[in-house]
């Protein structure tokens, strides 16, 4: 008989560092900043739901480029003639969808699997077949109201990211004061991979399995990296189906067209917030935006959107770093020029790549390039602790979730870079979803002069609060009031942010209590 073994488990001195322990450092610092109630804590440490699910949908035939060496041995192949331009619906990554119908009546020529068209290409016929997606939501936290969090389709997601970003959305609500929880969640795909109806079948599938889950008083989606307004529509579709009183669901989803229930000023509204805060803090500093250069890394809703509306305000865009190129113009990006190149339904990757109104660069040059504003617009985690030390601007304004380390944030303190931070910088969205939903709960449409009034006014106040814990100067204004949130001593704003949202937050558990 073995010898039973006799040992113990030395427990991990170090425990393992991942994505959403990175999110959650600065959680902690505040929490212990603060004092927060050990049990508060732990609610908060972890989500309230981790979703993990699939979806499948059948896949269309598509054609994929051969290289040119292997077309050789197709030399005499003829011509495929498409009549309706429908029949083929070309890719981002250069593969070419076959819609069906669309292509009755056009003269297809195919020989052993492969066939010719009038671009000269050889491409190889690849059979439609049903394909598996790995999908997630994770429901963070409700304290404060239904959980609310964008809908991501990348291929570079994990639970792990959308715990973090879950998180996220829990602070930031509870900053932007509107009763909502956090969520986020999303499909393992690269949408750009995808053709218009296939990726309608994904998303009704994605919402047939999530409706158990949500609802417009318990989870309420949102657009988010790789979704649209347009994916919205879908979602609430699919929801709302055979339902008697459809229009009561439409605050089900947010994001929506504003011609089916969306709220005007809501496509800009993320930017829009971002512009707001960078004007408070120049404000604060009796400056305005006139003559303020700045870069932006994203050019899709929000970097976009921000840098249009900085350029009205008189900023001028030196830079932008998109996931397929960067273009550097030391006299300024003509911004409506570089919109509507980017918006072209020709520029399949919706990329500024080859704008020629600027000159190319490396990704590595843009951080480098000298400007007042830097406006992180992309994904998380870009800047670096590495990228902050070269950095050449005086301000961050985070538009995108997350994209500053934990370490960079510590080479940004010493280099005396300012920082506003996601967490308030980028809420304008959620705040406007907010709007879109209460007017889709009361049935009522308003105009974008109401709903930027609104926001403006929210999130200055919420801002300013945040700079006075920061500074420690606990006053109360016309517009807003720090006395109950100042901590005793200065802090950075990062942290100022998160002891806002914890402060707000505790006061459910505190006042409420815990179910049991
Ligand atoms: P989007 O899909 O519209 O655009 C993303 C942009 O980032 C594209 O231009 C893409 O080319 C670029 N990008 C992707 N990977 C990159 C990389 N590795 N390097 C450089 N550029 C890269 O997404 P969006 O809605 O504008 O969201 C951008 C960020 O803002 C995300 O972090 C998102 O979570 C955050 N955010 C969005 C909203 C919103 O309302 N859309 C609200 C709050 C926060």
């Not at 993990?52 to 896949?59: D, G, H, M, R």
């Not at 989870?219 to 529509?233: Q, R, S």
């Not at 990006?333 to 918006?343: H, M």
């Not at 009034?453 to 700079?467: D, F, G, Q, S, T």
Request: aromatic content about 8%; glycine content about 10%; overall charge neutral.
């Amino acid at each position: 008989m073995p010898e039973p073994q006799n040992f113990m488990r030395v427990p991990d001195p170090t425990p393992k560092r991942t994505l959403y322990t990175d999110a959650m450092e600065i959680f902690h610092r505040a929490a212990d900043t603060i004092g927060l109630a050990p049990r508060v804590r732990l609610e908060l440490e972890e989500p309230d739901y981790e979703h993990i699910f699939y979806v499948t949908a059948k896949l269309k035939d598509r054609l994929r480029p051969l290289h040119p060496e292997a077309a050789r041995s197709f030399g005499d192949l003829p011509v495929t003639q498409v009549r309706d331009p429908n029949g083929l619906e070309r890719l981002a990554d250069g593969q070419i969808l076959l819609n069906g119908k669309a292509l009755l009546g056009s003269d297809v020529v195919i020989r052993r699997g492969h066939l010719r068209l009038p671009d000269g290409g050889v491409y190889q016929l690849i059979p439609g077949e049903s394909q598996r997606f790995k999908a997630y939501r994770v429901q963070h936290n409700q304290a404060r109201g239904p959980y609310k969090g964008g809908i991501r389709y990348h291929r570079e997601v994990s639970l792990d990211l959308f715990k973090a970003l879950a998180a996220e959305m829990t602070w930031k609500t509870a900053i932007a004061e509107v009763p909502f929880g956090g969520g986020k969640g999303g499909i393992a795909i690269d949408p750009r991979q995808y053709g218009k109806e296939e990726l309608e079948a994904i998303t009704l599938r994605f919402m047939y399995k999530l409706k158990r889950l949500i609802g417009p008083n318990i989870d309420i989606p949102a657009p988010d990296v790789g979704t649209n307004g347009e994916i919205m529509a879908l979602m609430m579709r699919q929801y709302l189906d055979g339902e008697r009183e459809r229009h009561v669901g439409r605050a089900i989803v947010t994001g929506k067209d504003v011609r089916i229930g969306g709220s005007e000023g809501r496509v800009k509204a993320t930017g829009q917030g971002v512009v707001y805060c960078i004007e408070d803090y120049y404000a604060d500093r009796g400056e305005t935006l006139k003559g303020k250069t700045f870069t932006v890394q994203g050019f899709g809703n929000v970097g976009s959107n921000a840098a249009e509306i900085m350029a009205g305000l008189g900023g001028r865009l030196l830079a932008v770093n998109d996931s397929d190129g960067t273009i550097f113009n030391p006299d300024g990006i003509d911004v409506p020029a570089v919109l509507a190149y980017v918006q072209d339904p020709k520029n399949l990757k919706r990329s500024v790549a080859g704008f020629p109104g600027a000159q190319k660069i490396e990704k590595k040059d843009f951080w480098e390039v000298p400007a007042e504003v830097c406006i992180p617009a992309a994904l998380g985690g870009e800047i670096t602790g590495e990228v902050a030390e070269r950095l050449k601007c005086k301000i961050i304004a985070e538009g995108a979730n997350g994209p500053t380390t934990p370490e960079a944030d510590r080479v940004l303190l010493k280099r005396g870079i300012d920082l506003i931070p996601d967490i308030i910088a980028n809420a304008g969205g959620v705040t406007v979803s907010y709007y879109e939903w209460i007017q889709n709960k009361r049935m009522e449409s308003w105009t974008e002069a109401e709903v930027n009034a609104k926001l403006e006014h929210a999130l200055k106040r919420n801002y300013r609060i945040i700079r006075d814990i920061a500074r420690n100067t606990p006053r109360k204004t016309e517009m807003h009031d720090s006395r109950p949130f100042c901590v005793g001593k200065q802090v950075e704003p990062r942290l100022a942010a998160m002891i806002l949202a914890l402060k707000r937050i505790e006061a459910h558990y505190v006042i409420e209590g815990f179910s049991q």
